[in-house]
T-cell receptor, first 116, second 110 residues
Framework: NAGVMQNPRHLVRRRGQEARLRCSPM?????VYWYRQLPEEGLKFMVY????????ESGMPKERFSAEFPKEGPSILRIQQVVRGDSAAYFC??????????????FGQGTRLTVV | RKEVEQDPGPFNVPEGATVAFNCTYS??????FFWYRQDCRKEPKLLMS???SGNEDGRFTAQLNRASQYISLLIRDSKLSDSATYLC???????????FGAGTTVTVRA
């Protein structure tokens, strides 16, 4: 049973380009959470999705960022017109059920985005 | 004020030593507490959940103090492989948003 798969592992984009980050959940997991980790900071919640639905995107910047989790295929975090401040590690986590007291989230290895 | 605060360290200890560190959280409604481990900016991995009565998992002991809103982690008989960044993680009951501290770095030397 493969773990949470994220790709690419490393992504370099020039300012103004688009970045697409993919997350394939563990088998049987239908809940996806995206987090961003800036250098020397903790992971920050961005968005929570279930299949085809965005449940909570309160941690995601209003502009340039979007996320989706289609019926088929991986969840995608899309950043348009990237700027240097978007450089960070982006982790997705998935769970079988919604996170609560006794549900563990499993993290992917992350995508390190560098904007040059 | 940050939701979860940790001493960044680093804590440099010799093999076999005991090392302990805390984290504090600001939201008194928090119900679930965890310690995660992160190696070299790789993915965080769950080390252990923290229960109200305190709990042990091998050489690792976690304590929760709700009155003072802090959580501690103690590592006994440190191994070289314990070198990592330890992330304190908190969330409210039935809330899917995990709040992460920035991490405490531990380096165990031979």
């Amino acid at each position: 049973n493969a773990g949470v798969m994220q790709n690419p592992r490393h992504l370099v984009r020039r300012r103004g380009q688009e970045a697409r980050l993919r997350c394939s959940p563990m088998k049987g997991h239908s809940h996806v959470y995206w987090y961003r980790q800036l250098p020397e900071e903790g992971l920050k919640f961005m968005v929570y999705l279930q299949k085809e639905n965005i449940i909570d995107e309160s941690g995601m910047p209003k502009e340039r960022f979007s996320a989706e989790f289609p019926k088929e295929g991986p969840s995608i975090l899309r950043i348009q017109q990237v700027v240097r401040g978007d450089s960070a590690a982006y982790f997705c986590a998935t769970s079988r059920e919604g996170l609560g007291l006794n549900t563990e989230a499993f993290f992917g290895q992350g995508t390190r985005l560098t904007v040059v | 004020r940050k939701e979860v605060e940790q001493d960044p360290g680093p804590f440099n200890v010799p093999e076999g030593a005991t090392v302990a560190f805390n984290c504090t959280y600001s939201n008194s409604a928090s119900q679930s507490f965890f310690w995660y481990r992160q190696d070299c900016r790789k993915e965080p991995k769950l080390l252990m959940s923290v229960y109200s009565s305190g709990n042990e998992d091998g050489r690792f002991t976690a304590q929760l103090n709700r009155a003072s809103q802090y959580i501690s982690l103690l590592i006994r008989d440190s191994k070289l492989s314990d070198s990592a960044t330890y992330l304190c993680v908190v969330n409210e009951a039935n809330d899917y948003k995990l709040s992460f501290g920035a991490g405490t770095t531990v380096t165990v030397r031979a």
